[in-house]
């Protein structure tokens, strides 16, 4: 396999990790066909964040990287395979969270569950190429860093349909952007929609009262 073309130190280490994962999933799938259990698995393989650019990752055209709440920290592709039932080289622009896996698989494999109890969504029929509504109408972003510049406090996000408010250091303003019109967060429009941004920011206030309240603490 042909080396990348001035590749840095940091990437070179990145790229050998990389290397090490993509062999040892293959190692997976081969046991997986030897054993006959390939036909009747399903396989999902999706990152927790971006790539981290100061290890020499790259999130193409999205902005910024791992740690951050733009959409290169945030926003990551995902692979489903369940032979007969996913139709290969199907795709989807579904957005799904991480939690949202569970209730999937879970629904998947005919397994029920209450609903209430689990803050994720199952993506199902779009694994099946059946239509779906989105899986719900805001989409919450919390990291707690530490760090002189984080100060052991958080930094979020919250999308609503096309908008999105950030604040990606806790000192720094709100940032606004449309990302149907703007993927690459280029254009603040915090100055020019003030009133969405005092919508989203009253919402993901809310939620991160409601998500760090005491689990026994009345509403």
């Known amino acids: 396999m042909r080396r990348e073309d001035g590749i840095t130190p940091q990437r070179a280490k990145l790229v050998a990790l990389i290397e090490h994962m993509d062999d040892a999933i293959g190692r997976v799938l081969e046991a997986l066909k030897s054993s006959g259990k390939a036909q009747?698995?399903?396989?999902?393989?999706?990152s927790d964040n971006g790539g981290s650019l100061r290890h020499?990752?790259?999130?193409?055209?999205?902005n910024n990287g791992k740690g951050s709440v733009y959409e290169g920290g945030l926003k990551v592709p995902t692979f489903v395979t369940w032979p007969d039932h996913i139709e290969a080289g199907s795709r989807s622009q579904l957005s799904a969270m991480t939690m949202?896996?569970?209730?999937?698989?879970?629904?998947?494999?005919?397994?029920?569950?209450?609903?209430?109890?689990?803050?994720g969504r199952s993506f199902l029929p779009t694994l099946l190429g059946n239509p779906q509504q989105d899986l719900r109408s805001h989409m919450y972003f919390v990291r707690r860093e530490g760090g002189p510049q984080y100060g052991g406090k958080c930094i979020d996000a919250v999308r609503a349909g096309p908008w999105k408010l950030l604040q990606n250091l806790p000192a720094a303003p709100l940032e606004l952007y449309n990302l149907d019109d703007d993927p690459q967060e280029q254009n603040d429009l915090s100055?020019?929609?003030?009133?969405?941004?005092?919508?989203?920011?009253?919402?993901?206030?809310l939620q991160l009262q409601h998500a760090g309240r005491i689990p026994w603490q009345r509403p």
């Open 56 to 62: 020499g990752a790259s999130n193409g055209d999205l």
């Open 100 to 119: 949202d896996i569970l209730p999937t698989l879970l629904d998947a494999a005919n397994v029920s569950f209450d609903s209430k109890t689990i803050d």
């Open 40 to 46: 009747n698995t399903i396989i999902v393989f999706s």
């Open 191 to 205: 100055s020019i929609r003030p009133e969405i941004v005092q919508k989203l920011n009253a919402i993901v206030r």
